[in-house]
């Protein structure tokens, strides 16, 4: 397999470039912006880079799995595309930064790092495709009785979802949907292709922070002790402040830890915003009129037991306190190394208390993700940003489908 990198003035220009150099058979694999350097960089115009992958051989039989897995990319992007311009609603492609590949490309465009990127870019896309040559070559007669030859995919489909700990309910639920959609001895390109763009639609579209339509927009972040919810909260107002050059405030309703709210303290100063410590539902609602002019208003929460009735109380009394006069979203921050028995628990307590968008942390240390899908698909609500270290304002992005189902669908992370 050939995998290289081409860029142009646009996207179609850097594939109109590949096409000429590899032919009309490339597969697009990925779309990203190139960073600008230097200082004359604000001159040069923006460039995308795409990356591309083509066979050198035509395949047969198992081998056809090479381009499989390849084009399952190219295939699912363009079906939520199509979705989505139904809605009429603008595609957003997001560059993924979950593993030390994607850090290395938001760093760094030097050419070890390149080198390295597309180094695991070709081994995650061949992961799947190994394991199904080596699983399904294994078996070159079928059972008795057995006539699907898809059979053997179904199963370790299934097996690669149960060793990245997605719940066998979900997993069971996405193999009896392909059993019933497909027809006995389909291709298998096309069925992971399908696998695959069922998945991707189960996460569904990421929501973010927006601005209000009208005054700020008030955003809290809840969740348990322990998960880098005062980190997080330091990221993305480094986003917004910096990147987006919006006028924001940070609060902190965290009273109980002296040290969390020093360090919220620590990055406003950084960031030259204000800060406050609230200890009532009356003093939030001083805030925001003192604040009324800005365009976010970030509140820490006290992380606490999901168990624990008081706190949970009077972090339910802070939320409702702004109901009707502001624009508010609130954010559940849980950690992607927490036990999904106990996530469910964390989702329903906080569930009682309003209606949130998840964000997932520690990313960098897991070597799973099917909790992600579980707790999306248990809740039902919006994926929204995830992080995968300590680097402020770095380690955050946006939740990206395309990325993380490649990984389940991988059999872990490259």
Same mark, same amino acid.
């Given at each position: &397999?050939? =995998? ?72 699912? @992007?363009? @079906? ?25 490309? &938001? ?42 030859? $898809? ?10 979802? &149960? ?8 997993? $069971? @639920? ?10 006995? $001895? ?35 972040? =809840? ?28 609060? #902190?309703?965290? #009273? ?24 009532? %539902?009356?003093? =939030? ?11 976010? =208003? ?5 992380? !606490?037991? !999901? ?28 950690? %992607? ?19 949130? !968008? ?20 248990? #809740?039902? %609500? ?19 489908? @395309? ?12």
């Amino acid at each position: &397999m050939i =995998i290289k990198k081409f860029q142009g003035k646009t996207e179609e220009e850097a594939l109109e470039i590949a096409k000429k150099e590899l032919g009309n058979s490339v597969v697009l694999m990925n779309v990203k912006q190139v960073k600008k350097k230097g200082l004359f960089s604000i001159l040069k115009p923006q460039m995308v880079e795409v990356t591309v992958a083509l066979e050198e051989e035509q395949p047969n039989h198992t081998e056809s799995l090479r381009s499989a897995v390849a084009a399952v990319s190219e295939i699912a @992007q363009s @079906q939520v595309k199509k979705e989505e311009t139904q809605k009429k609603e603008p595609v957003k492609r997001e560059t993924p930064n979950y593993a030390q590949v994607q850090r290395e490309e &938001m760093r760094t465009a030097e050419e070890p790092a390149v080198k390295k990127e597309e180094s695991g870019i070709e081994e995650k896309l061949n992961t799947l495709q190994s394991m199904l040559e080596k699983q399904i070559g294994q078996k070159e007669e079928p059972e008795e009785g057995e006539k699907d030859s $898809n059979i053997e995919f179904f199963k370790l489909l299934y097996n690669v979802m &149960m060793e990245n700990e997605l719940n066998e309910k979900y997993a $069971n @639920q996405l193999i009896d949907d392909l059993d019933r959609t497909m027809k006995p $001895n389909m291709p298998i390109d096309f069925i992971l292709s399908n696998v695959y763009q069922k998945m991707v639609l189960k996460f569904g579209k990421p929501c973010t922070i927006t601005p209000a339509g009208k005054g700020p927009k008030v955003i809290y972040f =809840i969740g348990p002790t322990g998960v880098g919810k005062t980190t997080t909260i330091a990221k993305l107002a480094s986003k917004l402040s910096v990147e987006q050059k919006k006028k924001i405030a940070l609060l #902190t309703a965290d #009273t109980y830890r002296i040290a969390a709210a020093e360090q919220l303290r620590t990055y406003a100063s950084i960031l030259e915003v204000p800060f406050r410590v609230i200890y009532t %539902a009356p003093e =939030i609602q001083n805030a925001i009129s003192d604040f009324k002019d800005y365009d976010y =208003i970030l509140i820490d929460t006290a992380g !606490h037991s !999901h168990n624990n009735v008081e706190l949970h109380s009077n972090m339910k009394e802070m939320i409702e306190a702004l109901d009707g006069s502001v624009e508010k979203e609130v954010y559940l921050v849980v950690s %992607a190394t927490t036990k999904y028995r106990d996530l469910i628990s964390i989702a329903d307590a906080y569930k009682e208390m309003t209606q949130y !968008h998840l964000i997932f942390t520690k990313l960098d240390e897991t070597t799973t993700l099917g909790n992600l899908l579980n707790l999306k698909l248990y #809740t039902g %609500a919006a994926m929204s940003y995830v992080t995968c270290g300590q680097n402020v304002p770095d380690d955050i992005a946006d939740f990206n489908a @395309q990325e993380t189902v490649k990984l389940l669908l991988g059999g872990g992370r490259i």
